[in-house]
């Protein structure tokens, strides 16, 4: 069983910059696939970034690129995500997730194993 809690959430101002950590329990956390998702109200949950195990790689979704950095620390059972140049679209509900079966980095809500509770994240303009 693997627990997921994120923190950092909070209200900015476009262009501004915040850190999202997500802390996991368990022994099973550097060998899973971490990502980061949002989501809005009405639309389906939406991947962000995620970050593979050894070696640990990152992958963005294309809006995000250049803006956002994921990363992780094993030794902390913790995954980071640090959003810089923030825009009201931005604006979300940000999910941490952890895939326990995969190698690579999938993009689909489903092929993860386990979810925080969710963090908000808003821009205003």
């Known amino acids: 069983q693997v627990q997921l809690v994120e923190s950092g959430g909070g209200l900015v101002q476009a262009g501004d910059s915040l850190r999202l950590s997500c802390a996991a329990s368990?022994?099973?956390?550097?060998?899973?696939?971490m990502a980061w998702f949002r989501q809005v109200p009405g639309k389906e949950r939406e991947f962000v970034a995620g970050v593979s195990t050894i070696p640990s790689r990152p992958y963005y979704e294309d809006s995000v690129k250049g803006r956002f950095i994921i990363s992780r620390d094993n030794n902390k059972n913790t995954v980071y995500l640090q959003m810089n140049s923030l825009k009201p679209e931005d604006t979300a509900v940000y999910y941490c997730a952890a895939d326990l079966r995969s190698w690579g980095i999938s993009t689909i809500v489903r092929e993860y194993d386990y979810w925080g509770q969710g963090t908000q994240v808003t821009v205003s303009s």
């Open positions: 368990g022994r099973t956390f550097s060998r899973s696939t």
